[in-house]
């Protein structure tokens, strides 16, 4: 028996020791969400509680669950009982969970979220039966929340590296042959099949070849690749691993943008432990196999996510994308034939090698095999990490897992900034690299923007026009000049200033950045604004032909009022104005003066609700009902004829 395996069989044995603990064990999710809500404080009173009453207990940290809203996520282990699921636990929770739940018999129901183990207690339903957690199938991310991810023997305990020792019994052809069975494609936009991929790098000739894992993930909104690191840093290491070999890789990069310390941090621990474990270096576990990742920083520039800028940073360069043919994968890093996955895409592996395409297939739909990470965020209720299967759709990801929104929903944007908005009357839509391309959008790396109808859409296409055309490395003329004119066209129309003629320009221009532009920036950047051009062409007559904002968002046609009729004098407005741009006298209806006014929007705030005397006005006549309540009054605004 080998010494991993050895290895393997002590890990299971701590693990079951671990679950059968007979201490109170606190698993506190230390993910870069988790902290930001502050798990550290939480972490920092467990252990002063548990040191000053002299416990045997532990604060295991742990990756993120998904339920980001609900952070900071403490699963308790109390022996004798199930586990139990808690959120929003800051220190003063944590405290009273260790006083009542831990040491009392009160379960302290009210903090709970769900029973972790089998089915529920005491009023407390299974953790599987929440609402965010009951559409999911969570596989990629089923260690993430679960085990410790800077300590292996719980990657090891949960099958870890036996999906590559598998590998090293099929030999590289059958491991081919596995990852074309199981139909994976890559996780980082296109969709491309990977083992097609793989299958040209193998019958490229080369003395050398190279594997690269894209972990610079700057969409905004997105945290998949993050969060997957974070919480499970072995799947990565495990996925080049099986890669590598299959392709006969020795050396390896990790791509990871430096703005995300905690997942270099984890990956660089995980690299040593794997090491430390006789599975990177020379020669792994007798095979003739041999392999080295290195981890390489990025300094955060988006274009360096499409493959070709991404091998140009490696080597030192800037990051610029040169044209294809020849693809990467036969001269990429080098000049040597290289083969570049994101994070998912590796993460899958070894679930692949470990369970069998059989396995894998037995979720998605034709053509799209397997489960899909995705980071909800935007104006849903439930915000979060979630994973399930493709065919899902939008509605299901939206209103059921993520419990629709507050007010009606207008489009969810998918794809990031190289994707589109889809309409609310598309909802029923499966979630397909297919279908969101018909639709006019992109899979991306899983980004899913939740929009309701306080988003202006035409705002909305320019913000993220605006992210492309500054992460543009400006190579080729279409994306630099074509983006930068789209934009100067948007930025016009939302000022009030656009003209009809605008419509066809803004699509021509499009076109020819999408067909013109040398890399995956500059070919779908015109994406938002040809998909909100599609769907709600509309908001952009609004804004041009009447200088109405419907989403009250663009605030060149927005102005407040004061009606005098309902105003009865008292100062709050005035007091609250940061500008000064209120006057009248006690009693006095007062007024807002246009030229100092800001449209802030803080009057309106602070207006009485038994007055509701300011408004908002955009473009036409006023009108005295705003079809939009704030939620803390009836309000008047004006919304055009």
Same mark, same amino acid.
């Given at each position: ?179 074309r069975a199981s139909g994976l494609r890559g996780r ?122 991404l091998i140009a940073s490696i080597e030192g360069r ?32 070894p679930l692949i090698l470990r369970n069998g395409a059989?396995?894998?297939? %037995? +979720?998605?739909? @034709? ?5 899909? $990470?995705? *980071?909800? =965020? #935007?104006?849903?209720?439930?915000? /979060? ?38 309409? %609310? +009357?598309?909802? @029923? ?5 297919? $279908?969101? *391309?018909? =639709? #006019?959008?992109?899979?991306?790396? /899983? ?53 009809? =003629? ?140």
């Open positions: 028996m080998s010494a991993l395996s050895d290895s393997m069989e002590s890990a299971v044995d701590r693990w079951r020791d671990l679950e059968t603990s007979p201490i109170p064990l606190f698993f506190v999710g230390t993910a870069t969400c988790g902290r930001a809500a502050g798990a550290a404080e939480t972490c920092t009173r467990l252990r002063e509680e548990i040191g000053a009453r002299a416990l045997e207990a532990a604060v295991i940290p742990v990756g993120c669950l998904g339920l980001c809203s609900l952070e900071p996520l403490v699963v308790v282990h109390k022996p004798g009982i199930p586990r139990i699921c808690y959120g929003s636990v800051g220190p003063s929770e944590a405290s009273r969970i260790l006083e009542t739940h831990v040491l009392g018999n009160d379960s302290c129901g009210d903090l709970a979220l769900g029973v972790m183990d089998g089915g529920g207690m005491d009023g407390i339903a299974p953790f599987a039966d929440h609402p965010m957690i009951r559409g999911q199938e969570r596989r990629v991310l089923g260690n993430c929340g679960v085990i410790d991810p800077e300590n292996v023997d719980h990657y090891l305990a949960r099958g870890g590296y036996r999906g590559f020792l598998r590998a090293l019994d099929l030999g590289p052809f059958g491991v081919l042959e596995e990852v980082g936009g296109a969709g491309f099949p990977t083992w097609r991929k793989w299958d040209l790098c193998r019958g490229t000739r080369a003395d050398r070849r190279n594997l690269i894992c894209n972990a610079d993930e700057g969409d905004p909104g997105a945290f998949m690749d993050r969060s997957l690191i974070e919480g499970d840093p072995h799947a990565v290491i495990e996925g080049m691993l099986i890669a590598a070999f299959c392709l006969g890789a020795e050396s390896g990069y990790i791509y990871c943008r430096a703005e995300y310390p905690l997942a270099l941090e984890r990956l660089e621990s995980a690299i040593d432990q794997a090491r430390a474990l006789g599975l990177l270096g020379e020669n792994i576990e007798g095979s003739g196999f041999s392999f080295e990742p290195v981890v390489k920083k990025g300094a955060g520039a988006f274009v360096c996510g499409e493959e070709t800028a800037r990051g610029m994308p040169y044209p294809r043919p020849p693809f990467p994968a036969q001269k990429g890093l080098w000049g040597q034939p290289t083969i570049i996955q994101n994070v998912e895409t590796l993460g899958n592996l059989a396995w894998y297939t %037995a +979720r998605g739909v @034709d053509g799209n095999a397997g489960t899909k $990470t995705f *980071a909800l =965020a #935007g104006k849903v209720r439930r915000p /979060g990490l979630i994973e399930v299967p493709l065919g899902t759709s939008l509605r299901g990801i939206v209103e059921d897992i993520g419990g629709g929104a507050d007010k009606p929903i207008k489009a969810v944007q998918t794809g990031g900034p190289s994707g589109g908005c889809i309409p %609310a +009357r598309l909802l @029923d839509l499966p979630v397909s690299y297919e $279908t969101l *391309a018909a =639709a #006019g959008s992109i899979m991306g790396s /899983g980004g899913m923007i939740v929009l309701d109808e306080d988003t202006c859409m035409v705002d909305l296409a320019k913000y993220f026009l605006a992210f492309a055309q500054a992460e543009s490395c400006g190579k080729c003329p279409p994306c630099r000049v074509g983006t930068r004119a789209m934009h100067y066209i948007l930025d016009r129309i939302t000022e009030g200033e656009g003209t009809p =003629a605008d419509l066809a320009r803004l699509e021509s221009l499009a076109r020819t950045v999408c067909d013109g532009s040398l890399c995956g920036l500059g070919q779908t950047a015109p994406n938002p604004v040809l998909t909100t051009l599609r769907y709600f062409r509309e908001e952009y007559e609004e804004h041009i032909l009447h200088k109405r904002c419907p989403a009250f968002a663009c605030l060149p046609l927005v102005s407040y009022h004061i009606d005098p009729e309902r105003c009865t004098g008292c100062p709050a407005c005035a007091k609250a104005c940061p500008n000064g741009a209120i006057g009248g006298a006690r009693g006095q209806p007062h007024v807002i003066d246009q030229d100092l006014c800001s449209r802030c929007g803080t009057c309106r705030d602070v207006c009485p609700p038994a007055q509701a005397a300011v408004y908002r006005r955009s473009g036409g006549l006023s009108r005295r009902d705003d079809p939009r309540p704030t939620g803390k009054r009836s309000a008047m605004a004006t919304t055009g004829p």
